[in-house]
């Protein structure tokens, strides 16, 4: 216990890293963020939509158990919307 305690003072310890991704419906994106503990920042953003004229609307993320895909469903389009799967890698899109 005694340990722990020095890593945690000593800064031995680090925070978890976070991943959010949010939706923006009328900008046809998701965007990836990082959180650290202690600042938000922009990881990538991802353009989702088939038609650029159009706003195809993004809704709903959700991310898969063992976290190698994350899945969008996008609410407008022809004919009734869609879901896209997404890879989770670092190079994914």
Avoid at 29 to 39: H, S
Avoid at 77 to 87: E, F
Wanted: no cysteine; hydrophobic share 45%.
């Amino acid at each position: 216990m005694r340990f722990l305690i020095t890593l945690l003072l000593l800064g031995g310890f680090a925070p978890p890293t976070y991943r959010i991704l949010v939706a923006s419906e009328s900008g046809d994106i998701v965007t990836q963020l990082v959180w650290d503990g202690t600042a938000l920042t922009v990881a990538k953003v991802v353009p989702v939509g088939i038609m650029p004229a159009d706003i195809d609307g993004p809704h709903n993320v959700t991310v898969a158990p063992d976290g190698s895909a994350w899945y969008v469903t996008i609410a407008h389009g022809t004919p009734y919307g869609s879901l896209w799967k997404m890879g989770a890698g670092p190079r994914s899109r």
